[in-house]
């Protein structure tokens, strides 16, 4: 079932690069449409046949792949990785949407570059194998850099290149990790990594190997830098994804890989990681607070929710743990819906910065009502998803310090004071140009995915039960494990 | 009488090449112009039928001729029957290509195929004397190669470089072996290893030998600091020529590594070791660092080459039948990876025009999104990134290192591999960011784009299953070296 639900996507994705062409522009959207929809339809039963009561790895698949090196094709998903695949295949399907209208060329392989990404993505999230793991990882970023170099802005060359190196000088070192676990236990399974009993000096340094590949990805501050300029380049579909998924594969492979295979260094270091979350929460905020571009500030605020994730894995809590999983899947869903808003504008306007625009609520008012509606879940208002995952790190933060808590709980301000700043210097005030007050309202198309996106914020928000369901037993499983020590019995 | 026939069967394939290269070389001379395609034909029957009886003779046992000066095992086999299949997928890409710049002509195959037997008996060495009569067979080729081209004044510079500092590297090589020779009273390497055991292995005359021929097989694999002519000959050499040199005689040097270094200096393992890391390591960065600054795509590629050589000693040093057989999957990709790369640049080539400048390639998506999709997924294949083959060559020498325990060297190697990255995804920008500065269409022969697609598939699809070419170098190297 999971294979079907990687290799699903990527064969569509070949199909349509085979089939479509700018020719044939409709029926290559339509058949990409098809495919995301197959590929969606693929993942659900991993929703409706998942067994809640049980921790451990369901759905697993294993087949000798290099029996060499003992590394096998090993696939498996848990109550963290499955909202994660539902929300790869669902993003998918809206990037095709999203991009209907406004790729016009090579629309085939743009559409394909993303379905093959989808089918890359999920099988980073079910991957149990560390090499699979690793080459589905360095596989996806191949698409990615296509997408913002081909159909990126004006400085794309130099974004896209910086996010290629950026990632790979990270997982390289974690391939060491890799080979060198693998040189302790003949294998490149997940879970005999896991019983590795490891010295405090060698768990430091293979935490800090995997730390250098998911802290770029997440991002952390202080190698958060490539993210604002992929971001700001990459064509709206890019964003998305980047913002809804990528920047989550950092995050559950901390939750996958660094914590559980080196316990005792993530507790040594729990100080260092919470201190760099904090300064992503603060300092990032308030450097989102001047930007002048939107996508800019979109890809800030991502960096500084994303320090809520770290701070929620580095408090060692089933309520901050938790948290920080519905705070990764509402971000996935707040970030896509803020950059398809910012794509709308920017297809009518051909314009990001927000001086350009000013009393836009006047010519679009059904989009204004999204929009806002959208801004708020960022911002963490109660009812939305995005209060919910917040709102728990905050208090699993208050039980571990208070003077944690207090800085996260900061957020709550800045985030609400850049956002709504934006907010009210775009959609409200006087109408301040001629092309602004031109402007047209929602199409269908645009109307339905937006309709989905508040359908699914303010679903989570009002009934976040829907993902604490699948993480419960999960994460009580996963902190058990992070409670035990892995250290020699005989010490240091 | 019998010995002969034994002798004679054992070394088949190579008497089959050397006896229809001279036909060629015959028949050329009774062939009008407009006949030549038949030599073609003759060639590459040549290095199918030496395949064939490559394959047929395989068996898993050794087997020595000539008076143990020529060993018939699994590695010799497998190595063979990659440079014979090289050499025909060579033939096939680099036949329009000398045809528009009137070099078609008999004496360029009766010489590869002469560079061909030459490998091939580098690759059967078990005396020293044996290699050092291939490894001259196979230089000589390449030196009158390099200058076929005679009007042009470039290729015959480089060749003269090429010759002064190859003979001076098999003078070297020669040297060395003299010194072993000296110590040992032996040319035969499984003889030299046994005499080793209990010699001093601090004796300077026999430090003295192993460096000479360290420094020998440096020069022949093209390792820093034995790189300087490199960049040259590839850049000065007719495409063609330069794809042959980048290509199949790095088995041929990889097979004299092993039988020299593996086989009969294996008492020193701990001294020659050491040279490889140093040699490796610097390699890997000096080729990584200067090809950046490359503008032509065949110099950019000469130090491509140089940095890949570096990943092989990686390999080759961790002294395990883990490490060598890592080496060899290492080399079997890169001359995969090299075919389909040079392959590029001769499709891309037209009549008076050469493509090797990185500028030619901008916006070859636009031209031929086919063309551009096979030099995507040989850049990519470069840098080691998944899911190509590339990945697992890179993969596998550095967990023979990291097994070794050369963590530090293995963390050096993967930085440098990013900085390498970046010139290949230059690579990549050019040809699909750049709007492109030509509108001439590609032609080639329908085979060549053929066997050219066949080549960049391959790269991918034995990156999804390395399995089996990893048994195959697994099982050679174990085979021959127990």
Known sequence: MLSVAIWLPILAGIVVLVLGSDKKA???RWL???????????????YTKYDFSRGAFQFQEMAQWIPAFNINYHLGVDGISVPLILLTSFTTLLVVIASWQVITKNIAQYMAAFLMMSGLMIGVFSALDGILYYVFWEAMLIPMFLVIGIWGGENRVYATIKFFLYTLLGSLLMLVAFIYLYHRTN????TDFYLLPLTLKQQVLIFMAFFMAFAVKIPM?????????????APTGGSVVLAAIMLKLGGYSFLRFAMPIAPDAAHYLAGFMITLSLIAIVYIALVALVQEDMKKLIAYSSISHMGF????FFIFSQLGLEGAIIQMISHGFISAAMFLCVGVLYERMHSRNIADYGGVANSMPIFSAFAVLFAMANSGLPGTSGFVGEFMVILAAVKYNFWVAFLAATTLIFGAAYTLWMVKRVFYGEVVNKHVAKLQDLSRREFLMLAVLAVMVIGLGVYPKLITDFTHVSAAQWLDHMATSKLPVAGL | MENIQIDMMTALPELIVLMLAMTILVADLFL??????IIYGLAQFTLFAAAYFTVSSFTSSVGFAFTNMFVDDSLAHVLKLMILLGAAVMFVYTRHYMQLRNMFRGEYYALVLFAVLGMMIMVSGQSMLTIYMGLELLSLCLYSLVAFDRDNAKSSEAAMKYFVLGALASGMLLYGMSMIYGMTGSLNLSDISGLLQDTDPKNPVLILGLVFIVAGLAFKFGAVPFQMWVPDVYQGAPTSITLLIGSMPKFAAFAITIRLLAQGLQPL????????????VLSIAIGNITAIAQ?????????STISHIGFVLFGLMSGSLNGYASSMFYISAYVLMTLAGFGMILLLSRKDFEAENLDDLKGLHQRSPWAALLMLITMFSMAGVPPTIGFYAKFTVLQAALQAGYIWAVVFAVLMAVVGAFYYLRIVKLMYFDATLESASISAPIDMKFILTINAVALLALGLMPQTLMSVCGAAIARSLQ
């Open chain 1, 26 to 28: 409709d029926f290559t």
């Open chain 2, 32 to 37: 009008k112009p407009k006949n030549k395609i």
């Open chain 2, 269 to 280: 393992t701990a001294d020659w070791r050491d040279m490889l890391l140093m040699m490796a």
């Open chain 1, 32 to 46: 990409a449409l098809a495919g995301g929809l197959a590929a969606f339809f693929a993942t659900l039963p991993l």
């Open chain 2, 295 to 303: 503008t032509n795509l065949k110099r950019m590629l000469a130090y």
């Open chain 1, 221 to 233: 501050w202080p190698v958060h830098t490539w993210l604002p300029d992929a971001h700001v380049e």
């Open chain 1, 187 to 190: 294998s490149f399974a997940i």
């Open chain 1, 309 to 312: 994730v770290t701070l929620g």
